[in-house]
């Protein structure tokens, strides 16, 4: 089940949805929305009225050396924005 959830995204965008009770994370690019809010509740012991989610595709790269140039992507990853009840918090950073 925690398996699901990556990590966090905590960018300058995110913390300001904080205040409005907002979180974002990084998924499992297989999880639904049912999954992901089952996962937060059970690990951060909070009540989720709703659940966002974005696929972001990789982008391609590519990089000139001696060799010749080499092209690739960068992987795929899906984000979920997660509404809380009013009242509930995520402490991302407890001991710091």
């Known amino acids: 089940m925690t398996s699901i959830l990556k990590r966090p995204i905590v960018t300058e965008k995110m913390t300001t949805l904080q205040e409005k009770g907002q979180y974002a994370f990084e998924v499992d690019l297989a999880a639904n929305k049912i999954s992901i809010a089952r996962a937060v509740e059970k690990k951060f012991n909070v009540t989720v009225l709703d659940v966002r989610t974005i696929?972001?595709?990789?982008?391609a790269k590519s990089q000139m050396t001696r060799r010749g140039r080499f092209e690739g992507r960068t992987a795929a990853?899906?984000?979920?924005?997660?509404?809380l009840k009013e009242g509930d918090k995520i402490e991302f950073f407890q001991n710091v």
Do not use: D, E, S
């Open 55 to 59: 696929r972001c595709k990789g982008k």
């Open 77 to 83: 990853w899906k984000k979920a924005i997660v509404r």
